[in-house]
């Protein structure tokens, strides 16, 4: 652990202060984030209108698809907000 706390921490600290750099080299560092934290890293890209925003979606999607088996109308309503939230092309 560095003086500045585990990877962990400072992925939320950079979350925290909507710093995309420092929260991916931070996610890089953890390796496998959480749902709910690639969630949050993926509302991130989309804030800040990344070229990362649509493949983040979609890699979150499958993972919540194999990780929680939700309903179809859960997915469905998931991926209508992803496309909603998605930075014009």
């Known amino acids: 652990m560095t003086s ?9 600290r950079a979350l ?15 390796g496998r984030l959480s749902l709910d934290d690639a969630l949050q890293l993926v509302h991130l890209y989309a804030e800040r209108r990344s070229p990362k925003y ?6 979150w999607l499958e993972r919540y698809l194999v990780e929680t088996g939700p309903t179809l109308g859960d997915v469905a309503a ?5 496309v909603e939230r998605a930075p014009p092309t």
């Open 78 to 82: 998931i991926a209508a907000l992803f």
């Open 16 to 30: 925290a202060r909507r710093d995309l750099v420092q929260a991916e080299l931070a996610a890089l560092e953890l």
């Open 54 to 59: 649509e493949r983040a979606a979609l890699r």
């Open 4 to 12: 500045q706390g585990t990877a962990h921490g400072r992925f939320a």
